[in-house]
C-alpha cells in the first residue's frame, strides 16, 4: 500500500520558515522523481518544486531564493524547506511522487502565513 503523509503545516508569520516533510511507504523511492504543489482557496493546483530521483532540482519563480526542495533517500522523505514565507504562499500543500505512469500524492498540509 502507497502512503505519501505530509507534516509540517501550521501558522507562521510573513517572513517566518516552515519545513514541510513527505514520508514515502510502499514505494521504491529513491526511484521516484517527488514534487511538491499547492492549492489556494479557489485555484488550482500548481507545482512548486521538484527534485528527481538523481537529485536535480526544478523551483518556480515565485519561490526561487526562498524554498528549497530536498530528499533523503535512506530516510524515503522528502523535504520543502520554506523561508520569507508570504500572505500568497498560503495553500494546502501537497507531496506528489511519480514514475512513468504512476503518480502518487499525500492528503496534504495547510500552510497559513498571516499576520
Known amino acids: 500500500q502507497v502512503q505519501l503523509v505530509e507534516s509540517g503545516g501550521g501558522l507562521v508569520q510573513p517572513g517566518g520558515s516552515l519545513r514541510l516533510t513527505c514520508a514515502a511507504s510502499?514505494?521504491?523511492?529513491?526511484?521516484?522523481?517527488m514534487g511538491w504543489y499547492r492549492q489556494a482557496p479557489g485555484k488550482q493546483r500548481e507545482l512548486v518544486a521538484s527534485?528527481?530521483?538523481?537529485?536535480?532540482?526544478n523551483h518556480v519563480d515565485s519561490v526561487k531564493g526562498r524554498f528549497t526542495i530536498s530528499r533523503d533517500n535512506a530516510k524515503n522523505t522528502v523535504y520543502l524547506q520554506m523561508n520569507s514565507l508570504k500572505p500568497e504562499d498560503t495553500a494546502v500543500y501537497y507531496c506528489?511522487?511519480?514514475?512513468?505512469?504512476?503518480?502518487?500524492w499525500g492528503q496534504g498540509t495547510q500552510v497559513t502565513v498571516s499576520s
Open positions: 506528489k511522487g511519480s514514475y512513468y505512469v504512476n503518480n502518487f
Open positions: 527534485i528527481t530521483s538523481g537529485g536535480s532540482t
Open positions: 510502499g514505494i521504491i523511492f529513491s526511484a521516484y522523481r
